[in-house]
């Protein structure tokens, strides 16, 4: 897991941040002040500030912002030092367990400082806020965590926290010494103003947002942890859905995109079935034309159409055949009888805008060697126009 470790505090950078500072009175209450600080363009701001009881800030704090906690009160000890850092504890409990207390040290100058309390106390604290379904990214004892604040305050040598008078020099401590005043002090941190009891929440966030990483609890670094594991999980989830939403946005478009086309195509094909259907219609009619040649005795027919060749050759101008018939069909008396045709015959169907000229055409056609006779002549008014009139007639050809 430690290369998604890496990955998680490479790419999981801190927005937002709460910084709060927990009293515990002799009373037994519990009360805590906290700040909520953003991050935009390389600048903090404070969002929210306020006091609240400790469980009902629990309660009520966003779960998705983590929090950096100081502790102090009732069970915190803070004592200045002489010694160095690998005896400190020694110093200041002589013969005590190490592996029973959590404690911050400071190193300063004249002196070290140190805050402990024991382990039972901090693990209340840490499983309380676990509990509460919020992730704790530090937790510090005492006033200590102020000094993440002194170099912004170095007009102000003598601070006054509601518990604490302390003095520093360029952001260094220097004394520290316990008060219990009631006066409320007001200090500047950029275009902020803030009470003295909110610099402790302040230098706590302050500290968070900079990764300034003084308290190195195993827990608390699992939580911290944690929490950057489920940044990273849900930018891979907000990230796989915008990937799977275009995917599935593209499939869509290509889904319309070919129904459109399939709709089109149908549309045609719906338009051009009749001409299919007429086509399969006249492909049977074929068929059947040929079968039913096939079993007549039908001679000598380039013959017939060799004379009807003669026929269209010899009309004259003002004269437009419509309609030859070769081997015309009989009359039927009735459509139970067979189905005969006239061989020899051709029957013509035209228009003519002049009789004179189609009696002269029919006169010589009489005339001609191919043809025995002229049979049925009928003339009428034609549908063409009032100008012209249809005929028709029957001619006989002469056997070759």
């Given at each position: 897991m430690q290369w998604l470790n890496t990955i998680a505090t490479g790419t999981a950078r801190l927005q937002q941040i709460a910084?709060?500072?927990?009293?515990?009175?002799?009373?037994?209450?519990?009360?805590?002040?906290?700040?909520?600080?953003?991050?935009k363009n390389h600048q903090l701001f404070l969002v929210e500030k306020g006091e609240l009881p400790w469980e009902q800030f629990l309660g009520q704090h966003n779960k998705n912002i983590p929090i950096t906690l100081s502790v102090d009160g009732k069970g915190i000890l803070t004592k200045a030092l002489q010694a160095a850092d690998e005896v400190a504890l020694e110093e200041v409990l002589p013969g005590a367990n190490e592996t029973e207390f959590y404690y911050n040290r400071l190193a300063g100058a004249p002196a070290h400082w140190i805050s402990l309390t024991r382990k039972t106390v901090a693990e209340e604290i840490m499983q309380e806020v676990t509990q509460a379904g919020l992730s704790l990214f530090d937790l510090q004892l005492g006033p200590l965590s102020i000094t993440a604040l002194l170099p912004l305050l170095r007009d102000n040598a003598?601070?006054?926290?509601?518990?604490?008078?302390?003095q520093h020099v360029d952001g260094e401590l220097r004394t520290l010494t316990p008060q219990a005043g009631t006066e409320e002090f007001f200090y500047s941190l950029g275009d902020e103003k803030f009470s003295g009891a909110y610099l402790h929440p302040y230098a706590n966030a302050f500290s968070g947002m900079l990764k300034l990483d003084v308290y190195a609890d195993t827990n608390i670094k699992q939580i911290q942890l944690l929490w950057l594991q489920k940044r990273l999980y849900k930018k891979l989830g907000v990230g796989l859905l915008v990937?799977?939403?275009?995917?599935?946005l593209c499939n869509f478009s290509l889904f319309t995109y070919l129904s459109a086309s399939q709709q089109e195509l149908d549309g045609r094909l719906q338009q051009h079935r009749h001409l299919l259907t007429q086509l399969e219609q006249m492909e049977k009619q074929e068929e059947d034309r040929n079968r039913l040649l096939a079993t007549m005795p039908l001679r000598k027919q380039p013959l017939f159409a060799y004379y009807a060749d003669l026929l269209g050759a010899s009309v004259p101008p003002g004269v437009q055949l419509d309609q030859l018939l070769l081997h015309p069909e009989e009359p039927r008396k009735n459509k139970r009888e067979a189905l005969r045709f006239m061989h020899g015959f051709v029957e013509v169907h035209g228009h003519c805008?002049?009789?004179?000229?189609?009696?002269?055409?029919?006169?010589q056609l009489e005339k001609a060697p191919w043809v025995a006779g002229i049979k049925g002549q009928r003339y009428g008014s034609s549908a063409v126009g009032r100008e012209s009139g249809s005929f028709s007639f029957t001619l006989t050809i002469t056997a070759p």
């Open positions: 910084g709060a500072h927990l009293f515990l009175s002799r009373e037994g209450g519990r009360r805590v002040y906290y700040v909520v600080l953003r991050k003598n601070i006054q926290l509601p518990h604490w008078q302390l990937f799977f939403f275009s995917l599935l805008t002049n009789p004179l000229v189609l009696n002269k055409w029919l006169e």
